[in-house]
């Protein structure tokens, strides 16, 4: 069983910055990482994923440009870089293990972390 630890949130004014942490307890390395967002009132959104070997990477329309996807095996560790940030973008977030898929959806990942609020002012 993989245990998801996410980090890094908090509250930001719009236009800043924000790095969120997932460390896993058990070897992800094989697998495909992803965040997930989900506001209040909200259904769980695809935010952003990356392969195992971190060769390729996904991202939702909504965060492209703004968002980047990192991993680091040897920690296993991956990484949210987010920047510009909008108040639409307050959620909580959460990591995910799972497989790669070209449009990767919750039902591809099978493990998950407790969460990380993000919050925006404007």
């Known amino acids: 069983q993989v245990r998801l630890v996410e980090s890094g949130g908090g509250l930001v004014q719009a236009g800043g910055s924000l790095r969120l942490s997932c460390t896993a307890s058990g070897r992800t390395f094989t697998y495909a990482r992803g965040w997930f967002r989900q506001a209040p009132g909200k259904e769980r959104e695809f935010v952003s994923a990356?392969?195992?070997?971190?060769?390729?990477?996904s991202y939702a329309d909504s965060v492209k440009g703004r968002f980047t996807i990192s991993r680091d095996n040897a920690k296993n560790t991956v990484y949210l870089q987010m920047n510009s940030l909008k108040p639409e973008d307050t959620a909580v977030y959460f990591c995910a293990v799972g497989n790669w898929s070209p449009r990767p959806q919750a039902r591809d990942f099978s493990s998950w972390g407790q969460g990380t609020q993000v919050t925006v002012s404007s």
């Open positions: 990356i392969s195992r070997s971190g060769s390729t990477t």
